[in-house]
């Protein structure tokens, strides 16, 4: 499957964006989702995830109440949406898709599948 990810952007403190990732080439029901970020100098770290049949959602700690995961089997879609956001969720923000486990890992050597990174910018 490949994994083309949008949205990333420029956004004043407190302000919010919506991040897209389309999936192409494989069926989509069958991958859990999440969605990963890497900032300069950092490990790239987990954000969220959602299951691929029933849709339940994990976060990190540090974006839960703020950001919601969400996704659209009928369009082949997974969205970040990103609400009160801070500058330290400045990063790279990447897709990832898993079809192998029973359920979504938070650990970014489970996902095989990547997409290209979409660049989030918060300014204080």
């Known amino acids: 499957v490949q994994l083309q990810a949008s949205g990333g952007g420029l956004v004043q403190a407190g302000g919010s964006l919506r991040l897209s990732c389309a999936a192409s080439?494989?069926?989509?029901?069958?991958?859990?989702m999440a969605w990963f970020r890497q900032a300069p100098g950092k490990e790239r770290g987990f954000v969220a995830a959602?299951?691929?049949?029933?849709?339940?959602?994990y976060y990190a700690d540090s974006v839960k109440g703020r950001f919601t995961i969400s996704r659209d089997n009928a369009k082949n879609t997974v969205y970040l949406q990103m609400n009160n956001l801070k500058p330290e969720d400045t990063a790279v923000y990447y897709c990832?898709?898993?079809?192998?486990?029973?359920?979504?890992?938070?650990?970014?050597?489970?996902?095989?599948?990547w997409g290209q990174g979409t660049q989030v910018t918060v300014s204080s």
């Open positions: 959602i299951s691929r049949t029933d849709n339940i959602e």
């Open positions: 990832a898709a898993d079809s192998l486990r029973i359920r979504p890992t938070r650990t970014k050597a489970d996902y095989v599948y």
């Open positions: 080439g494989g069926s989509f029901s069958r991958y859990h």
